[in-house]
Structure formats: structure tokens, C-alpha cells
């Protein structure tokens, strides 16, 4: 499954079938696929890419404000990270 979605990628032209093949997936298998495809060895860069993609869905996504009940969580993250860069220190030691 993860070698079609990935050939499917990098073309706008394939971004409707991948999209297809996407919803075929269960939620198990896509939690699953996820975890593989985001366990793989990637360049700083192109981590990075990946945390902004995956911040920015959760920034969308409807779930996750309504998860603390008045969407502040992004106001309060964001806050929490101005903090931390402003004592000197960086996400990556805060979160080891």
C-alpha cells in the first residue's frame, strides 16, 4: 500500500487517486502507515517539512480545539514557544 501512495505522490495530476486511495484505508492501518512512513530515516530538512505538515493539520483540525473546549491550545503552544526560545532554549532540548 505505501509503495502505490508513494508512486502516486509528487505529481498534482495523482493527488485525486492518491486522495482515493487514502480513504480506502482503515483508521488502524493508516495510524500504522504513518508511524512506518514517519519512522524512516529523513534529513533535518526534510523533518522539518514533516513537523510543519503535520502542525499545521493539527492547527486545522476542528478535534483539536475542541479538545480543551475554546480552541486556545495553538494560542497557549505557540506562547509556550516564544517562552522557550526566549530563555535559550530550543525545542529539541525541551523535548529530550
Not at 486511495?21 to 495510524?31: A, M, V
Not at 499545521?56 to 497557549?76: E, M, Q, W
Amino acid at each position: 500500500m505505501s509503495t502505490a501512495l508513494l508512486a502516486l505522490s509528487g505529481n498534482d495530476q495523482l493527488a485525486t487517486p492518491r486522495q482515493h486511495l487514502l480513504q480506502g484505508i482503515n483508521d488502524d492501518d493508516l495510524s500504522e502507515l504513518l508511524k512506518k512512513v514517519v519512522g524512516r530515516e529523513f534529513a533535518r530538512g526534510g523533518l522539518e517539512d514533516i513537523i510543519s505538515v503535520i502542525l499545521d493539520v493539527i492547527a486545522k483540525d476542528p478535534a483539536s480545539a475542541s479538545a480543551n473546549g475554546d480552541g486556545s491550545s495553538v494560542a497557549r503552544a505557540t506562547a509556550s514557544v516564544k517562552i522557550e526560545q526566549g530563555h535559550g532554549n530550543s525545542i529539541q532540548q525541551h523535548c529530550e
